[in-house]
């Protein structure tokens, strides 16, 4: 093989906290040996090396003391094709559960209504050749239909298989899989919703998961929860990185993040139910907030990339259901996520309702508060969003709202809450301490004077609203001077107008 074929192109590091995918330039070091475990194959997940050989420039190699010489780049630098990330079908999701015994279940897609039939059955094997038979009659047409694989009476699937086979009988359902990966000896769910996660994904720090294992010793303090036929069931959280923890996860094929790639769909409104994104416009655009070498895909459908660096990508809807994924290359795909164009009532001309109410269920209206309602509101919103709460004009923290679920919200004095459906800010309360407020006015009439005289370079006429707002600001006699100054220029910037009415139309 000649040299240049040995080189590698997706060589990983930790930067600033976040697996990065490196180049040779980037690195102080001029050598950096495999046995250090500072760099690694995003291809197979082995160590590598960065070296420079006679006057050649620095570049990534393989050790030569590899127990295990297998790399997918070695066939594709053969072939000199590129190795893209592609996805050759949908994918059906496992979940674990373990009230009655660990088991798994299989998510099996919504289907149209005229394969939902007495006849049509589907076929699920395990490599012993043990069958389970389910008519088609049993799955829904809007939302997954989870199959219990290990309840007591289905005695073949007591234990989780390592592969499931998937077969219709009297029907041709080709996007679905032929077979699905199930546990040889680990595996790793998401700690909310209890689904699988796929090799070579990332364990986020500071987020709850649960580790299935058959074997007897462990050498992380995970909190234990159940030992069942020969597997153990743990609950885990990583609270920060940690070198040791970092290794244990990456022989295992799975990486330790911060910050790990995903997608959220930002507009139109969506909602998701039962692991679907319902949305009903002709497209659901995605934003990545990661900078990462990540490809996302739709299935059926083609790939649409990235727009400009926005990174948001539109999802065609084409086929009554599809599925948008996140993988790095070949067929390694990290994140899923399934679409289904749905009535869902969004009504385009006036915005959702939000439900606030104390926990007695007194109402809370958006607006300014002196004292605390409650120390916690409930909040329902119809599809899914997210809090901010604010304090000291800083972001303290965000929740994720799903679509029709209760959340509860712990207040204080001194915080302003948001509350968003999508894109669209729906409710907004600040509660301020009256004390407070007054030694805090100069100080916002000082901070709002600043962002006001940033503003130019889109000049337009003076509103007349503008005379009536002059009564509403009392003795911030600084801004009151600059506003009256723009009145009798007879002209205001475009932004700097609407940062007072947004302003000042809360109160």
Same mark, same amino acid.
């Given at each position: 093989m000649a040299e240049n074929q040995l080189q590698l192109d997706n060589v990983w590091g930790r930067v600033n906290g976040n697996w990065k995918r490196v180049t040779p330039d980037e690195l102080s070091e001029e050598t950096i040996r495999a046995k250090s475990k500072t760099l690694w194959c995003r291809y197979c997940n082995k160590p590598v090396i960065k070296t420079r050989e006679g006057a050649n420039r620095p570049y990534f190699k393989h050790s030569r003391g590899d127990d295990d010489k297998v790399c997918p780049q070695r066939k594709i630098l053969e072939s000199q094709s590129v190795s893209e990330y592609h996805v050759k079908e949908k994918i059906l999701p496992l979940r674990l559960q373990w009230e009655n015994g660990i088991r798994l279940e299989l998510g099996l897609l919504p289907i149209p209504e005229n394969l939902r039939n007495s006849e049509n059955k589907i076929q699920i094997k395990c490599p012993? @050749? @043990?069958?389970?038979?389910i008519f088609s009659e049993r799955l829904h047409t809007d939302r997954i239909y989870w199959q219990d694989l290990g309840a007591p009476y289905l005695k073949n699937f007591k234990d989780p298989c390592p592969q499931y086979e998937i077969e219709w009988k009297y029907a041709d359902m080709y996007h679905w899989p032929k077979s699905v990966n199930g546990i040889e000896y680990l595996a790793i769910f998401d700690g909310q919703t209890r689904r699988m996660l796929p090799p070579y994904s990332d364990i986020k720090i500071g987020k709850r998961y649960f580790y299935l294992t058959s074997a007897n010793y462990l050498d992380l303090e995970f909190n234990f929860l159940k030992k069942d036929n020969g597997w153990n069931l743990y609950e885990f959280q990583v609270p920060r990185f940690d070198e040791n923890v970092n290794r244990f996860f990456m022989d295992r094929d799975f990486w330790l @993040? +911060?910050?790990?790639?995903?997608?959220?769909?930002?507009?139109?409104?969506?909602?998701?139910?039962?692991?679907?994104?319902?949305?009903?416009? +002709?497209?659901l655009y995605w934003f990545s907030p990661n900078d990462r070498d990540i490809k996302c895909r739709l299935f059926p459908g083609e790939e649409v990339p990235p727009q400009d660096k926005l990174?948001?990508?539109?999802? @065609?809807?084409?086929?009554?259901?599809?599925?948008?994924s996140l993988g790095h290359y070949a067929d390694k795909t990290l994140k899923y996520w399934y679409l289904s164009w749905q009535d869902i009532g969004y009504c385009r001309s006036e915005p959702p309702e939000v439900r606030v109410t104390t926990p007695k269920g007194e109402p809370v209206p958006r607006g300014t508060y002196t004292s605390l309602p409650a120390k916690k509101l409930k909040i329902e919103v119809p599809w899914d969003g997210k809090i901010c709460v604010w304090k000291n004009g800083k972001k303290d923290r965000e929740h994720i709202l799903k679509g029709n679920e209760l959340f509860t919200l712990q207040i204080a004095m001194g915080e302003r809450i948001e509350i968003f459906?999508?894109?669209?800010q729906v409710w907004e309360a600040e509660f301020k301490d009256p004390e407070a407020a007054k030694t805090s006015m100069e100080t916002r009439e000082t901070e709002l004077l600043i962002r006001l005289r940033s503003c130019r370079g889109n000049p337009q006429t003076i509103p007349r609203a503008a005379g009536n707002l002059t009564n509403q600001l009392g003795k911030l006699t600084q801004l009151k001077k600059w506003l009256t100054h723009r009145i009798r220029e007879g002209q205001i910037d475009e932004k700097a107008w609407k940062i007072l009415k947004k302003e000042f139309e809360k109160e």
């Amino acid at each position: 093989m000649a040299e240049n074929q040995l080189q590698l192109d997706n060589v990983w590091g930790r930067v600033n906290g976040n697996w990065k995918r490196v180049t040779p330039d980037e690195l102080s070091e001029e050598t950096i040996r495999a046995k250090s475990k500072t760099l690694w194959c995003r291809y197979c997940n082995k160590p590598v090396i960065k070296t420079r050989e006679g006057a050649n420039r620095p570049y990534f190699k393989h050790s030569r003391g590899d127990d295990d010489k297998v790399c997918p780049q070695r066939k594709i630098l053969e072939s000199q094709s590129v190795s893209e990330y592609h996805v050759k079908e949908k994918i059906l999701p496992l979940r674990l559960q373990w009230e009655n015994g660990i088991r798994l279940e299989l998510g099996l897609l919504p289907i149209p209504e005229n394969l939902r039939n007495s006849e049509n059955k589907i076929q699920i094997k395990c490599p012993d @050749n @043990n069958r389970l038979d389910i008519f088609s009659e049993r799955l829904h047409t809007d939302r997954i239909y989870w199959q219990d694989l290990g309840a007591p009476y289905l005695k073949n699937f007591k234990d989780p298989c390592p592969q499931y086979e998937i077969e219709w009988k009297y029907a041709d359902m080709y996007h679905w899989p032929k077979s699905v990966n199930g546990i040889e000896y680990l595996a790793i769910f998401d700690g909310q919703t209890r689904r699988m996660l796929p090799p070579y994904s990332d364990i986020k720090i500071g987020k709850r998961y649960f580790y299935l294992t058959s074997a007897n010793y462990l050498d992380l303090e995970f909190n234990f929860l159940k030992k069942d036929n020969g597997w153990n069931l743990y609950e885990f959280q990583v609270p920060r990185f940690d070198e040791n923890v970092n290794r244990f996860f990456m022989d295992r094929d799975f990486w330790l @993040n +911060e910050s790990p790639p995903t997608l959220y769909p930002i507009w139109p409104i969506s909602v998701e139910r039962e692991g679907i994104i319902q949305f009903e416009s +002709e497209k659901l655009y995605w934003f990545s907030p990661n900078d990462r070498d990540i490809k996302c895909r739709l299935f059926p459908g083609e790939e649409v990339p990235p727009q400009d660096k926005l990174l948001v990508t539109p999802a @065609n809807q084409t086929e009554r259901q599809q599925m948008v994924s996140l993988g790095h290359y070949a067929d390694k795909t990290l994140k899923y996520w399934y679409l289904s164009w749905q009535d869902i009532g969004y009504c385009r001309s006036e915005p959702p309702e939000v439900r606030v109410t104390t926990p007695k269920g007194e109402p809370v209206p958006r607006g300014t508060y002196t004292s605390l309602p409650a120390k916690k509101l409930k909040i329902e919103v119809p599809w899914d969003g997210k809090i901010c709460v604010w304090k000291n004009g800083k972001k303290d923290r965000e929740h994720i709202l799903k679509g029709n679920e209760l959340f509860t919200l712990q207040i204080a004095m001194g915080e302003r809450i948001e509350i968003f459906q999508g894109l669209d800010q729906v409710w907004e309360a600040e509660f301020k301490d009256p004390e407070a407020a007054k030694t805090s006015m100069e100080t916002r009439e000082t901070e709002l004077l600043i962002r006001l005289r940033s503003c130019r370079g889109n000049p337009q006429t003076i509103p007349r609203a503008a005379g009536n707002l002059t009564n509403q600001l009392g003795k911030l006699t600084q801004l009151k001077k600059w506003l009256t100054h723009r009145i009798r220029e007879g002209q205001i910037d475009e932004k700097a107008w609407k940062i007072l009415k947004k302003e000042f139309e809360k109160e």
